[in-house]
C-alpha cells in the first residue's frame, strides 16, 4: 500500500503543511460484481446457443437429404431379372 507523504512549505515565515495527494481507489458494488459474472456466463451461453443454431442447421439439412433419397426410392420401379 502507499503511504500519504506530507511536506513542509514556508510562506512568509510560516510553516505549511501540505498533504500529497490521496488516490481514491473504487471498490466494486455488489451490481458491479453481478454484471462481471454475469458476462462471463452469457459469453459461454452464446458460445453454446450459436453452437445449437448450427447442429439444428446441421441435422435440417440431414432430414432433406433423408427426404429426397425415401422419395427417389418409393418412386423407382422395380426392374425385371
Known sequence: MS???STVST???IDIMQAAPVRAIAIPTFSDAFRGIESLLMSGARRNAWTAVLEDR???K???ETEHVLEA???RTPQAT
Open 58 to 60: 446441421r441435422r435440417a
Open 11 to 13: 510562506v512568509k515565515g
Open 3 to 5: 503511504r500519504s507523504v
Open 62 to 64: 440431414d432430414r432433406v
Open 73 to 75: 426410392a418409393a418412386t
